[in-house]
C-alpha cells in the first residue's frame, strides 16, 4: 500500500478512523442501492428480521455478492471487519488513538475501497 505523507494525515489523526470507516460504509450502501438493486425497505427489512446492525447487513450483503461471483470476499471481509474494530474501539473505548492507527485506519479504508472498485461493477 501507498504511504500517505505525514504533513497530510497530522490533522486528520483525531477523526480519520470514524472517516475511514465510514466512506466505507457508504460505498457499500451504494452498492446495495444501484448495483444489487435494493431498497431501503428491504435494507431496513433485513436489519428487522437479523436482529444485526445496518453495518453487519450491508457487509454480509457485500460478502454474499462477492462469493456468488467468483471475487474475493475473504481479502473483503478480513479488512472491513478490522476497520470496524478500529473504528469501535476508538468510538467506545478509552484507548489513546496515536497517528500511527490513524494513518492504517486511512490505508485499510484505500484498500477496502479499492478492492470493492475492482471487483463490483458500480
Not at 428487522?48 to 460478502?63: A, F, T, V, Y
Not at 479488512?79 to 474494530?85: A, D, E, P, V, W
Request: charged letters at 20%; hydrophobic letters at 35%; a positive charge.
Amino acid at each position: 500500500m501507498a504511504q500517505y505523507p505525514y504533513h497530510a494525515i497530522l490533522p486528520l489523526k483525531l477523526c480519520n478512523i470514524n472517516c475511514a470507516y465510514y466512506s466505507c460504509i457508504q460505498l457499500m450502501k451504494h452498492i446495495l442501492l444501484f448495483t444489487l438493486q435494493k431498497t431501503e425497505t428491504e435494507i431496513a427489512n433485513e436489519v428487522r428480521n437479523s436482529g444485526e446492525g445496518s453495518h453487519e447487513i450491508m457487509i454480509n450483503n457485500i460478502n454474499g455478492h462477492l462469493r456468488s461471483n467468483n471475487k474475493d470476499w475473504k481479502t473483503f471481509n478480513s479488512s472491513i471487519n478490522q476497520l470496524k474494530r478500529l473504528r469501535v474501539n476508538a468510538d467506545y473505548e478509552n484507548i489513546q488513538i496515536d497517528s500511527t492507527t490513524g494513518n492504517n485506519s486511512i490505508l485499510l479504508s484505500d484498500s477496502v475501497l479499492k478492492h470493492l472498485k475492482a471487483n463490483i461493477k458500480l
